[in-house]
């Protein structure tokens, strides 16, 4: 079961890299945030076929996935810069798009990811930037939070000076801030999501 669901896993992936390449442009530029598997093979294959971008990478803290995020595009020869997550919104004007991974998306169309998303999702929807989300469909979800204190959320412990915060690992970004989802079922609305989970679930 566990090599089915590796084979399921990298078909979805080559999938969705194949359907979301075409949104790359040459010389566009992309701002991402977190490590998501999904996205960076997505953006490696773009790379491979010969197509020219640039990657803006949010620290995504807490946590190294923008570190990691980094090293993986470097490596992949993909020009590439980090930024603190309170440049987003300084850099989002010279970005063409927002493209991000999911942990689950939600019936609504909207999904949970990395913390510091939604925030990423509200600040392009007001400079007018797409957001693009690339999901393997086995990350559909039945649930429909309509709040960040609807999910049930893992946390971090981070020292600042002589204080200890405890620091949310995921939020919830609503299908109003997503202009399309890249899945192996096919380029999703929101809208579109409901009616999938429908057909899986029957």
Do not use: W
């Amino acid at each position: 079961r566990g090599n089915r669901f590796a084979e399921i896993s990298l078909a979805a992936k080559a999938k969705i890299a194949e359907l979301g390449e075409r949104f790359l442009h040459g010389g566009c530029v992309v701002m991402v945030l977190g490590c998501s598997s999904v996205m960076l093979n997505l953006l490696e294959t773009a790379a491979s076929k010969g197509k020219f971008f640039t990657v803006i990478v949010a620290e995504s803290k807490p946590g190294t996935e923008g570190l990691r995020m980094y090293k993986a595009l470097e490596r992949a020869n993909i020009q590439v810069t980090m930024i603190l997550d309170a440049q987003v919104a300084h850099k989002l004007e010279e970005v063409d798009m927002v493209l991000t991974g999911a942990e689950a998306v939600v019936e609504s169309g909207g999904i949970i990811n990395k913390v510091g998303t939604y925030q990423m999702t509200l600040l392009a929807g007001v400079k007018g930037k797409p957001v693009y989300v690339a999901a393997e469909s086995y990350k559909f979800a039945r649930l429909y939070p309509l709040h960040q204190r609807d999910l049930s959320m893992a946390t971090e412990k981070v020292e600042i000076g002589s204080s200890e915060l405890v620091v949310p690992l995921n939020d919830y970004t609503p299908p109003d801030n997503i202009t399309l989802l890249i899945t192996d079922l096919g380029v999703l609305t929101p809208a579109a999501v409901s009616d999938q989970l429908i057909q899986l679930y029957q």
